[in-house]
């Protein structure tokens, strides 16, 4: 009776397998934070404000200590949000003037899908909305494939609006 020779991987499968098993590791690593910064907190509240901000505000709201700035019948916020439970936190910052969004930017996005409402043509959808009982009174486009990011930015821009009205 004769043994069965082992099998042998030939070079190129090896290296195949190589390539593959490594990719895939870089794949998933990649997956575990899909974070792009468009913009820090700080720089977003200097240019709100032309350069120094006002100092630092804080308030309770619904049980959290919130900080915002307030200068020249302007206020900013910097909120975080999900858009789905299980999904991470995005930043954004909103100024309001005169009961009106004024400025509204994504400063951190966190997800694998939906970036797109950190673009400026979805961002200026939001410019000149106001509160609308507990949404905002202006029609925003959905984004195909980014329904629940764009929910988001709709209610941290009314989010922006209430917090402003209870500031003043």
Do not use: C
Not at 12 to 21: E, I, T, Y
Not at 27 to 55: D, H, K, M
């Amino acid at each position: 009776m004769t043994m069965p020779q082992p099998r042998r991987r030939s070079l190129l499968r090896a290296a195949a397998s190589f390539f593959v098993l490594g990719l895939g590791g870089r794949l998933a690593r990649a997956g575990e934070s899909v974070w792009t910064t468009y913009q820090t907190p700080e720089a977003f509240i200097q240019e709100a404000f032309g350069g120094a901000p006002p100092p630092v505000k804080a308030m309770d709201y619904e049980g959290k200590k919130l900080r915002y700035w307030k200068a020249n019948g302007r206020s900013a916020w910097i909120l975080d949000d999900l858009g789905k439970p299980g999904y991470q936190l995005t930043t954004a910052g909103f100024v309001v003037k005169g009961g009106a969004i004024e400025i509204a930017k994504v400063l951190v996005y966190r997800e694998s899908r939906g970036e797109q409402v950190a673009d400026a043509s979805f961002l200026k959808q939001l410019l000149g909305a106001k509160l609308a009982g507990a949404t905002i009174d202006k029609h925003v486009d959905n984004i195909s494939g980014a329904t629940l990011s764009v929910q988001m930015m709709q209610r941290m821009a009314a989010t922006a609006l209430k917090l402003d009205a209870i500031a003043a």
